[in-house]
């Protein structure tokens, strides 16, 4: 168990897991990438770049070992990190 909640508030990791988990979903949506590739190339640039905003915005909350996980874009570790932390 990881101890955020001093720095990351629960409403904070929360939309984290939202946009990682919608990430991993536009990944992993083969239907949409059959159909429309270009569809889901526009739908994982916009969850991209809500990441990128998030991270930029709450950068100085953020434990240092999802810090890492964010700026490197590893973001299945960060994903795993923040459902451990939860539990």
């Known amino acids: 168990m990881h101890n955020t ?11 984290l897991k939202q946009l990682l988990t919608q990430r991993l979903n536009v990944i992993g949506d083969h239907a949409l990438r059959e159909s429309n590739p270009q ?3 526009r ?5 991209s770049e809500q ?7 709450h950068r100085a ?6 810090n890492h996980f964010l700026t490197q874009a590893s973001y ?3 994903l795993e990190w923040l459902e451990d ?3």
């Not at 909640?5 to 939309?15: G, K, V």
């Not at 990441?51 to 915005?57: G, K, N």
Request: hydrophobic residues 35%; glycine residues 0%; without cysteine.
């Open 5 to 15: 909640s001093s720095r990351l508030p629960a409403e904070s990791a929360q939309t």
């Open 39 to 41: 569809e889901q190339l």
């Open 43 to 47: 739908q994982l640039q916009s969850v």
């Open 51 to 57: 990441l990128q905003q998030f991270h930029t915005e």
């Open 61 to 66: 909350m953020l434990p240092q070992r999802l």
């Open 76 to 78: 299945q570790k960060a």
């Open 85 to 87: 932390d939860a539990s």
